[in-house]
């Protein structure tokens, strides 16, 4: 009996639901339909309100930005009396799969904040979500505050994302630690021989040199390290085999980090530790150096902002061609409108409008305090804090900023690769085979 | 009157150990969860007093940013149902194999063993696609989510149910049914009116099993409840910690908020479960 | 034969009916599902397969050479029998010792059960608190107490094996305690006084008397247990993620979460999820072979 009422529920549902799906397709082909629909109500200036919207994005979690972006919701929902159901969560590789796996079971949200790169491809090739030209068709102003030439272009050749703030990785360094071991803050010229001759002083005092969870967040010194074995220009570029040029670049560059671990310089237990295990070592001053990211500023402020004066931003150590002034940094994430809510006449102005308010010149100056933006007139952060004046001062010296070439591969052979350094440095996987391993996956 | 024996002694002293290696850890983490900010990693073991790292802090963070009514309403929602209908349908399952004598029996028996060992990753993603294709999976409304989630919880939990069920139904001796049938009960009075009796303390093991899976489970909760206003307290738990990262205080604040309403409920039904539990013997 | 009772076999549907089609709908018609794509091409999670994989067993034989599906095996295999002789038997003796003291042996009960009321999740997190390299409670009682001189890494290739197992079994040992107890008062209380009349008392009555009874429910608990222990995920994981320490501390059960979600080799992860099957279905089988020899199944 039971079952019975609930396989016809299923069935019932199921019919609907292609029904649904019936009905989506129609207004969609012919696109002015929709569009002149969305002109009166872009026209009338605000949306009708009461619609329901679910947005999902990676401020979720222990993001950084967390409460700018809960406040900016709230922001737009009083604006303009919709609703948002946020289903955000933390950017990690389960959270990537689980976006995607929606967009195949039909149940995507209505925008989704998400990387622009490789990531995406797999929604855009799918055409699901719509891209910047065809929104503007009809919502001229649509992102005219960015600067087109810095949006992310898919491999169809069209742009999708409305960019958010970017981020930056350089080296933060506990100044305490360092005043106490007798070491200079290190400027802009720093090189990796100074580098290892104070570590060896920080470590002679009993602190752990450099604070880094080598199990779980390798990769900030390995994007350095590469590039420390090349150059920032040849910073993207993917080995085509362990043997290669590049593919001698990337085993260089984990055999420093190999030799760093020989030294000593990180924690004991590196191998073991979580990342904010050793982020706590730091922050509480029983380390010296951290590479981290721009987002890990506000974690600072939250948690430790009586002792701000005690961190400050410097320069990762250089070798060869490259300098220390030259740094990791970058777009990676934007906001897409899916095709799903711009197929819908209820739903389009209230996404087209949440996206425009989310990447509103205010509302983005709210999330940036030193990273870079594509915002035609930039962002105007208010009131920085010591450790983002910090931030900011030493990104004045900066020469040079590229991306990650980590982004640029796929996420089974980053994940690979990284859980492979554990074993380059204790030797037991020499560093050439840890890149063919993820060569292999690539 | 009572005497105390070497042996008698013997076994208090090893029972009581146990004891304490079940309930240490959790005064530990309640006095804990009452501590300032950074001490818990230099002095853990002292009592925290006013005015020596005592504080409410922890627990005025883990509240402010949470729902945590409506979170203990769904899991309480979840829970429920999913205790009792995995209790009547393995209930029937267990009798049917266990007093049948029918040629796929062994057939049944063998699906049963290997159901219980399909991990639930490898099957989570056909499931979703399905319930999103009957429309109940991240359809947006409340209570079809919830649903969307029970279903496999009661599948999940069913396999277990019945094995277990199966064994103490074994042991139900026959001659009673056998009787009960001589005096015109059916199959199915037989069942209501001497099996479940009979294994009452059995039924209320595996309803408790039941329950607290399905309360405790995260991984299929995490992936059918995503908005706010679905989340289940076992989520919550799980938000609060990966925000929390090394603020142990909040940490354990939050552990404590999730576990003590169980613990108050489990302590407060354990006269009846016991009750239950002891239902098969005539103790004095 | 049965009685005249099970005779007539049409109630069996009503009986078996409801079970099976939750059974087809949410377990097995997903894991033929599964079997499918441990044949296919994925190359991400929620990913239409991309035909089959060439050759089609090429997931299978990886299974035979890949070292880190050895270390989870491995390490299965000694937790299973960790949990066997450990979990079960812990479990026997305080669900015995208890069952013949009177004085305090509901606090004992409830007491025992307090770790299976608590979420894996939770219980990660404290005993991620409680092993934590820098100020847990252990190298804190064992610095404070002057066992050791600096802090010991839990987590190191030395200790990961007891770190990650203790709390597993710990946690469980009251599962197996609360399913014994129970069938320990499912003895009816008659056939002690006729045992006691017989002189047959203590360790002989143990013995002869409640062991032999205990028979099922313990053939149960072994079963549990091995299946168990083939599935144990979310407290290693909590507390070790991927494969902590050096690739040696991965779980049969962390190795295809890993694969499957962090990896999104799909494929693969499903055959994982095969093997975890088919062995847990030989292992039990052989346990029941073995622990019941009255076997009419």
Not at chain 1, 200 to 211: D, F, L, Q, R
Not at chain 3, 75 to 95: H, K, P, R, Y
Not at chain 3, 216 to 241: E, H, Q, R, Y
């Amino acid at each position: 009996m039971k079952k019975n009422r609930l396989l016809a529920l299923g069935l019932a549902s199921a019919l609907t639901l292609g029904l649904l799906a019936g009905c989506g397709g129609k207004p969609s082909a012919p696109g002015s339909t929709s569009g002149t629909g969305g002109d009166k109500s872009n026209s009338g200036a605000k949306p009708a309100g009461g619609v329901e919207l679910t947005v999902v994005t990676s401020y979720g979690g222990d993001d950084g930005n967390r409460s700018n972006y809960e406040n900016a919701v709230a922001s737009y929902e009083a604006a303009t009396g919709n609703k948002i159901m946020d289903a955000s969560g933390t950017s990690n590789e389960e959270w990537k799969a689980k976006v995607l796996t929606d967009f195949q079971t039909g149940t995507e949200p209505d925008v989704l904040f998400f990387f622009t790169s490789s990531d995406a491809e797999p929604i855009i090739q799918a055409g699901k979500v719509v891209d910047i030209a065809t929104i503007r068709a009809t919502y001229p102003d649509y992102a005219d505050n960015m600067r087109d030439s810095m949006l992310a272009v898919a491999s169809d050749g069209k742009n999708y994302a409305i960019p958010s703030s970017g981020f930056w990785e350089n080296m933060f360094v506990n100044t305490k630690v360092l005043s106490d071991c007798g070491v200079a803050v290190p400027g802009p010229d720093y090189t990796w021989d100074q580098f290892l001759a104070d570590c060896e002083t920080i470590k002679a005092k009993g602190y752990a040199p450099i604070a880094c969870s080598l199990f779980e967040v390798p990769h900030y010194w390995f994007e350095f390290c590469i590039m420390n074995n090349g150059t920032l220009g040849e910073q993207l570029a993917i080995p085509g085999s362990a043997t290669d040029a590049v593919g001698q670049k990337w085993a260089a560059g984990l055999n420093d980090i190999k030799d760093l671990y020989e030294k000593g310089y990180f924690p004991v237990n590196t191998l073991t530790a979580t990342d904010a295990e050793t982020v706590q070592l730091f922050a509480e001053g029983e380390a010296a150096f951290l590479i981290d990211g721009s987002w890990k500023i506000n974690y600072f402020v939250d948690n430790y902002g009586d002792q701000l004066s005690d961190y400050a931003i410097s320069y990762v150590p250089a070798k060869g061609e490259r300098k220390a002034s030259e740094a990791i940094g970058g777009i990676s994430m934007g906001y897409f409108i899916t095709k799903k809510a711009w197929d819908d006449p209820a739903k389009q102005a209230a996404a087209v409008e949440f996206v425009k308010h989310m990447t509103s010149d205010d509302v983005m100056s709210t999330f940036v305090t030193t990273e870079v933006t594509a915002l035609k007139n930039g962002a105007s952060p208010s009131g920085l804090n010591p450790l983002q004046q910090a931030a900011a001062d030493a990104n004045a010296s900066i020469t040079g900023v590229i991306g990650p070439v980590q982004d640029t591969i796929t996420s089974e052979s980053r994940t690979d690769l990284f859980a492979n350094v554990q074993n380059v440095v204790t030797g037991k996987m020499s560093a050439e085979d840890a890149v063919a391993s993820a060569l292999a996956l690539n | 009157m009572k005497k105390i024996t070497p042996a008698k002694a013997g076994t208090y002293a090893v029972l009581t150990f146990w004891a304490l290696t079940t309930l240490y850890p959790f005064v530990w983490v309640i006095l804990n969860s009452f501590r300032e900010r950074g001490l818990i990693r230099k002095d853990s073991f002292s009592i925290p007093l006013p005015g020596n790292g005592f504080t409410m802090g922890n627990y005025d963070k883990a509240m402010e940013r949470f729902d945590f009514g409506s979170a203990y309403a769904n899991s309480l929602i979840v829970s429920i149902a999913v205790t009792v209908a995995v209790v009547l349908i393995a209930g029937f399952a267990a009798y049917g194999l266990v007093r049948f004598r029918f040629k796929l029996r062994g057939v049944c028996y063998s699906l049963i063993m290997a159901g219980m060992m399909f991990p639930v990753f490898s099957t989570i993603i056909p499931v979703f696609r399905m319930e999103a294709a009957w429309g109940i999976a991240s359809s947006g409304n409340r209570w079809l989510s919830l649903v969307a989630v029970i279903l496999p919880q009661i599948a999940g939990n069913l396999c277990f149910a019945i094995i277990v069920l199966m064994g103490f139904i074994e042991s139900v001796p026959m001659e009673l049914e056998e009787s009960a049938y001589m005096d015109g009960c059916n199959v199915f009075q037989v069942y209501f009116h001497i099996i479940m009796p009979a294994a009452k303390s059995s039924f209320a093991t595996v309803a408790i099993f039941s329950f607290l899976w399905s309360y405790n489970d995260l991984f299929t909760q995490n992936f059918f409840l995503r908005v706010p206003r679905e989340k289940t307290i076992t989520l919550l738990l799980n938000e609060i910690s990966s925000q929390a990262g090394v603020d142990y205080g909040l940490m354990a604040a939050s552990v404590v908020l999730i576990v003590v309403p169980v613990l108050v409920v489990y302590v407060a039904l354990q006269k009846h479960i016991i009750k239950g539990l002891t239902a098969g013997a005539i103790k004095g | 034969m049965g009685p005249t009772l099970y005779r007539k076999k049409a109630p069996l549907i009503a009986f078996l009916l409801p079970a099976f089609v939750f059974l087809i709908l949410f377990l097995y018609y997903p894991f033929i599902q599964n079997i499918i794509n441990s044949f296919s091409d994925i190359t991400g999670l929620g990913a239409p397969a991309q035909g089959l994989n060439t050759p089609w067993y090429a997931n299978y034989a990886t299974l035979f050479t890949d070292p880190k599906l050895r270390t989870a095996l491995g390490n299965t295999v000694l937790l299973t029998i960790c949990t066997v002789i450990f979990q079960v038997g812990i479990a026997l003796i305080l669900a015995l010792l208890v069952d013949s003291i009177r004085v305090g042996a509901q606090l004992f009960r409830t007491l025992y059960f307090f770790p299976i009321v608590i979420s894996a999740t939770a219980l990660g997190l404290m005993f991620n608190l409680i092993f934590l390299y820098n100020g847990g409670m252990l190298n804190q009682l064992l610095t404070n107490l002057g066992f050791a001189a600096e802090n010991i890494d839990w987590k190191d290739p030395d200790h990961f094996l007891f770190t990650m197992f203790a709390p597993v079994m710990w946690q469980y040992v009251g599962f197996y305690f609360v399913i014994l107890v129970t069938g320990l008062n499912n003895i009816s209380q008659d056939l002690y006084e006729a045992a006691a009349l017989d002189g047959c008392t203590g360790l002989n009555r143990v013995r002869y008397v409640t062991l032999p009874l205990l028979r099922n429910v313990l053939c149960t608990c072994l079963v549990l247990a091995i299946t168990g222990s083939l599935k144990v995920f979310d407290l290693p994981w909590v507390m070790f993620g991927a494969g902590m320490p050096q690739d040696q501390g991965w779980l049969t059960g962390t190795y295809m979460y890993d694969q499957t979600f962090n990896r999104g080799n799909v494929d693969y992860g499903s055959a994982i999820a095969i093997l975890i099957v088919v062995l847990g279905v030989l292992f039990s089988n052989i346990a029941n072979r073995v622990f019941k020899p009255r076997n009419d199944i």
